[in-house]
């Protein structure tokens, strides 16, 4: 072949590859959002026996591991538990018939909540950068969780549910800068503004509260307790999300707004209860 025909060859080729790439990216901007949202339900449907081989691989690797321990260690085992057990309910000061507070990354069945069941779900993947953070559940959309729905860890608002399919489901967790929510004070009924921020390194999880009254005050002694607000539409009264120990003005001049300090339990758990209304 022609050296110059080579040439004129491979500089056609590089056009025509930039051509098919424009084509493509301009077919991808103005598919309809519907469609968009269905290949990400699509993708999340084919990645679901990916988590779900990984976590039984896990609890195959554990089972395999027990069973290779001697009934000896077995039983010293089962008594320090039952010791460990035993202290944090002395320590945290619970009644047994009711409830019971176990390990940090324990979910804890505090309340049956009116208006709500509740679902159980191990977290099965878990991805967190600066800037989301968000967990994928073993419980699905066949189980009733749906869109919205509160997750809690122990006795504290973990997150919400963004997307559901069949078999498990995606929850933002707090500190999620895409988490925005209304809740309250606890003993004050005027609306607040609650936002995730994103996380500075390997520091506690925090959170941010803003459209806060110039006469609420919060101090290291007397912080303010924020709950949750039924005014958000999926999340029942009354459920703690943290503590705000200062208080400073806005921008606007108007409000104040705060750091929250997020339960540590976001840090190390490992299943989640999923708040489901029973009238949707």
């Known amino acids: 072949m022609h050296p110059k025909a080579v040439v004129r060859w491979r500089s056609n080729s590089a056009w025509s590859m930039v051509g098919l790439f424009l084509i493509v990216l301009l077919g991808w901007w103005l598919l309809p959002v519907a469609l968009r949202a269905n290949s990400k339900k699509v993708l999340r449907w084919l990645s679901a026996p990916i988590y779900y081989g990984i976590d039984c691989a896990n609890c195959s690797v554990a089972h395999l591991s027990l069973r290779a321990q001697s009934k000896e260690w077995l039983e010293r085992k089962i008594v320090e538990l039952s010791r460990e057990l035993a202290n944090e309910r002395l320590l945290n000061g619970v009644a047994t018939g009711g409830e019971t507070i176990g390990k940090a990354n324990a979910t804890v069945k505090i309340r049956n909540i009116p208006g709500f069941r509740q679902i159980y779900g191990r977290i099965l993947r878990r991805g967190e950068t600066a800037w989301w953070n968000e967990i994928t559940l073993s419980a699905g959309s066949d189980g009733g969780v749906c869109e919205g729905a509160a ?3 122990g006795d504290h608002l973990a997150g919400k549910i963004s ?5 498990n489901c995606v929850a933002i967790l707090l500190s999620d800068p895409r988490f925005r929510s209304i809740v309250h004070a606890s003993g004050d009924g005027r609306p607040l503004v609650y936002e995730g921020i994103a996380q500075r390194g390997f520091s506690a999880p925090m959170g941010r509260i803003c459209c806060v009254p110039s006469d ?3 101090s290291e002694s007397t912080p303010l307790q924020i709950v949750t607000s039924s005014l958000s539409g999926t999340y029942p009264d009354g459920i703690a999300l943290g503590t705000v120990s200062e208080l ?7 409000f104040q707004e705060g ?5 540590p339990l976001l840090s190390s758990m490992r299943e989640l209860t999923i708040l489901v209304p029973l009238n949707r």
């Not at 997307?163 to 078999?167: D, I, K, L, M, N």
């Not at 400073?248 to 108007?254: A, E, T």
């Open 151 to 153: 997750a809690l860890c």
């Open 163 to 167: 997307a559901a399919t069949a078999g």
């Open 216 to 218: 609420m005050t919060a």
């Open 248 to 254: 400073r003005p806005s921008d606007d001049g108007i």
């Open 259 to 263: 750091d929250v300090q997020l339960s």
